[in-house]
């Protein structure tokens, strides 16, 4: 029977993997996707110390091209929020200090590739406002009783913005494969 693997897509802080650790006891490899890079940081150190002998990987997806309703989404987040992004249970994030690549370059697992691979997605208006109940940066429980009336904004914002209902997103994710030196191809 293959091993199982778990892929966390948006994993933010890595809430969701560090939760089901210890119901998927057979779980052997991990891959982590967020296209915040200082929040896949979080989510490694969150994992660290209950993975196991589990592998994880992490997979970096920023924006190359950045639509116009992403922006102003964003902008719209932060009028009801404030400027700083918001993570984990309450507070702000503040990203870490190194580089995945100067984490990386520093372990044992030196020798680092990094590939891209460019992305398109549609998005439904309905979809983006599910997605982000789901993130740390924009919980129903952020708004602190104005969630409604901020659904109800951003839904009116992502329809103008929807061509043909549909709001496209161009996104490049950034793999970083890592491995022991003088290691096998």
Do not use: C
């Not at 940081?41 to 589990?54: T, W």
Request: aromatic fraction near 8%.
């Amino acid at each position: 029977m293959p091993a199982p693997v778990l892929l966390d897509l948006g994993t933010g802080t890595g809430q969701v993997p560090r939760s089901l650790l210890p119901v998927l006891p057979r779980l052997v490899h991990i891959d982590l996707v967020d296209v915040n890079g200082a929040m896949l940081e979080a989510a490694r150190a969150a994992l660290e110390p209950v993975r196991g002998g589990r592998t994880v990987d992490v997979f970096t997806g920023a924006a190359h091209k950045e639509a116009d309703w992403t922006t102003a989404l964003r902008e719209l987040i932060q009028s009801y929020l404030g400027k700083d992004r918001r993570a984990g249970t309450g507070g702000t994030y503040a990203g870490p200090g190194r580089s995945y690549e100067d984490d990386l370059a520093d372990s044992a697992f030196s020798e680092v590739t990094e590939h891209r691979f460019p992305v398109s997605r549609a998005w439904a208006p309905e979809d983006v406002l599910g997605y982000l109940r789901t993130t740390s940066f924009a919980r129903p429980a952020l708004f602190a009783g104005r969630h409604h009336t901020f659904e109800a904004a951003a839904l009116r914002l992502l329809q103008d913005h929807a061509a043909g209902g549909v709001l496209e997103e161009d996104t490049v994710f950034t793999v970083l494969l890592a491995r022991r030196p003088g290691g096998d191809a």
